[in-house]
């Protein structure tokens, strides 16, 4: 299989406009479980961009997968798993609701990489979304696309030597049930099947149960560390998908205040492994 090509995508760009809109914060409140929600009033919350700017291929565009058929902005990497793999972002400025936001898209990097579990491509790619008042947000994302499934393949085990985990100052139980999964998915218009259609996950990508989505457990780490900061201004936040989570158990979220602007959050599956780690800058 070559994977060379597909470094020809590096450099492409990508504008689109969208509006900040209140209608999917209240959806997305409502998904948290929120009355009031704990993100400053009358602009997006931090990761409330991931909301916007979303696909609409028209439905004979879309795979097998539920995603819109490779190739177009993202190369066409010819492996049939793919997951974002984490992110670094920087909040600049505010996005009042109702602002005309455009954001700028750049593939940056794509490798290939041959691991215990076959061929492996990242990619990774910048967003810069900005407002008539200048750069908003300034987003790396990664996402890596990976081999199809084994027969009998488990999830992959905790990283020998791993760093371990603090005492978590704060702590959430989640049960990630179908319904919170489907209504993540109607949020983001993400048709991926990974997330809602269990016999595919199971015959096709060799998944035990339904996926949660990486950009889910970002958003509830975010709204872990929003529930206890007082209203800080959160200023960055870095993460690191790093073995995935399943409708199958319920996980917790956890957080640990550096005291020096840092917060450092993760979500452990029910084994009590670190599944999502992250990084979170907040203002004094």
């Keep these: ?46 990761l409330g961009h991931w909301l916007h700017f979303l696909p609409r291929a028209p439905q004979r565009e879309i795979a097998e997968d539920g995603h819109p058929h490779k190739g177009g902005f993202l190369p066409p990497v010819p492996l049939p798993r793919r997951m974002w793999a984490g992110g670094d972002l920087r909040f600049l400025a505010p996005i009042p609701l109702d602002a005309e936001m455009h954001r700028t898209s750049t593939i940056e990097a794509v490798e290939h990489k041959t691991g215990r579990s076959g061929d492996m491509v990242f990619v990774s790619v910048l967003h810069e979304i900005a ?57 983001t218009f993400n048709g991926h099947r990974i997330h809602y259609d269990r016999p595919y996950c199971r015959e096709v990508e060799g998944y035990p149960g339904l996926v949660v989505h990486g950009p889910l457990t970002a958003t509830l780490l975010m709204d872990l560390v929003l529930r206890n900061v ?12 790093r073995r995935p989570l399943f409708d199958t158990a319920p996980f917790t979220l956890n957080a640990a205040d550096r005291g020096d602007g840092r917060i450092e959050a993760w979500a452990a599956g029910p084994d009590g492994a670190a599944a999502m780690t992250a990084d979170v800058a907040v203002a004094s």
């Excluded at 908003?136 to 992959?156: C, F, L, M, S, T």
């Excluded at 005492?167 to 319904?179: F, L, Q």
């Excluded at 209203?231 to 960055?236: K, S």
């Design 1 to 46: 299989m070559s994977f060379g090509h597909l470094k020809d995508w590096i450099g492409r760009v990508e504008v689109q406009t969208d509006r900040a809109a209140a209608a999917p914060l209240a959806g997305l409140a409502a998904t948290l479980d929120h009355d009031a929600p704990p993100w400053p009033v009358g602009e997006l919350p931090p």
């Design 230 to 241: 007082g209203g800080r201004r959160i200023e960055g936040f870095r993460f690191r998908a």
């Design 131 to 187: 407002t008539d008042a200048g750069v908003a947000i300034r987003e790396r994302q990664d996402i890596v696309y990976r081999d199809a499934a084994k027969p009998g393949e488990a999830a992959p085990p905790s990283p020998a030597g791993a760093d371990p985990l603090p005492d978590a100052g704060w702590s959430r139980d989640v049960t990630p049930d179908p319904v919170l999964l489907f209504r993540y998915s109607a949020l």
